[in-house]
């Protein structure tokens, strides 16, 4: 009788269901880096595009709002952490003033670790939104680094700076597009950016299915590669010229970074917690079930590896089973 039960609970495995974690903001409190910061080599003066009356720490000068940013100084500094600090502070480059080599300016943020990114949503602070940009991702914790999305003001930057398929619509998982809706001079200050990875991919509604759109979203950092700041019309040749008065007023200011992920549990968890609240939190573990472990629950659990681990999909639901039992 004991032998039937054993055979049994051997032949029973309950169907595996598709399970995920929910998604959360990867950026918030992450480690963000900048090529460049207003006020990193000292004082520095800035003016902005916005016409508005100047607050009590602002100045008017020839007619324009300016202030002073200084790395040192703890209520005029704008370090690339306040990106993502999730308060109503921001980082800012160095205005062209210091340099037209201040155009180029990266910003990285390395996520700690590998998750499935769904959206990136970027909202300026007191400039425009960038002319020309990149948004990118690393999947070798920033060795090399892929383009997800370009951004220009125009059809024909995306054509010249990032080649004539940027203009194809998307028609495969892994489609890389320019999108010129976001480039626009207004609004001067507050400008918001929304990126969708998933939205009109073919294979969007059907995720699990593909390897390639999982292996789109996949990311262990995040850089916008800005290129160029966005200007007035009637400024282009003062910029040209590199009149201070007008270059003190280009430069990139970004208030929020927000990154729409989840941990990579290859369908098998649905929760992921740190794993090691004590010591170090920011390191998430997925809670397998399926009768898979390991932090992603990328392998059948010791005595259940019946048959060859694998991801567990909609087409093909899989369950760990235990190791058939010599008699």
């Not at 032949?11 to 929910?22: F, G, K, M, Y």
């Not at 300016?105 to 007191?126: K, P, S, W």
């Not at 480039?183 to 990875?197: N, R």
């Amino acid at each position: 009788m004991e032998r039937v039960i054993a055979l049994l609970l051997l032949c029973s495995v309950a169907r595996a269901e598709i399970l995920t974690p929910p998604y959360f903001n990867l950026a918030l409190g992450k480690k963000i880096t900048a090529t460049a910061t207003c006020g990193d080599e000292g004082p520095e003066l800035y003016c902005k595009l916005a016409g508005a009356n100047a607050d009590h720490d602002e100045h008017v000068i020839q007619g324009q709002v300016c202030d002073i940013c200084d790395s040192t100084n703890e209520a005029k500094k704008h370090p690339p952490e306040f990106a993502v600090d999730g308060m109503e502070t921001w980082w800012q480059s160095p205005p062209l003033s210091r340099g037209m080599k201040y155009n180029e300016v990266n910003l990285t943020i390395d996520l700690g670790q590998e998750f499935h990114v769904a959206y990136v949503f970027v909202r300026m602070g007191n400039s425009p939104r960038p002319g020309l940009w990149a948004l990118e991702k690393s999947t070798d914790y920033g060795k090399t680094f892929k383009p997800w999305q370009y951004f220009s003001d125009s059809p024909q930057d995306c054509e010249r700076y990032f080649g004539k398929t940027s203009l194809q619509p998307i028609t495969s998982d892994d489609s890389v597009i320019c999108s010129t809706e976001y480039s626009k001079i207004v609004p001067l200050e507050g400008g918001e950016i929304p990126i969708s990875l998933l939205n009109y991919r073919p294979s969007a509604n059907k995720y699990f299915n593909s390897s390639v759109l999982q292996e789109w979203t996949r990311a262990t950092n995040v850089r916008l590669r800005l290129l160029r700041t966005k200007n007035l019309l009637g400024h282009l040749m003062s910029v040209a010229r590199q009149d201070p008065t007008v270059t003190r007023r280009y430069f990139y200011s970004i208030k929020d970074i927000s990154i729409g992920g989840r941990c990579m549990c290859n369908g098998h968890a649905d929760t992921c917690d740190p794993a090691d609240p004590e010591s170090d939190a920011s390191i998430l573990v997925c809670r397998c079930q399926h009768n898979t472990c390991g932090p992603q629950c990328a392998a059948c659990c010791p005595g259940f590896e019946q048959k060859k681990w694998r991801i567990s999909q909609n087409w093909d639901r899989f369950s760990c089973e235990r190791k058939t039992l010599n008699f």
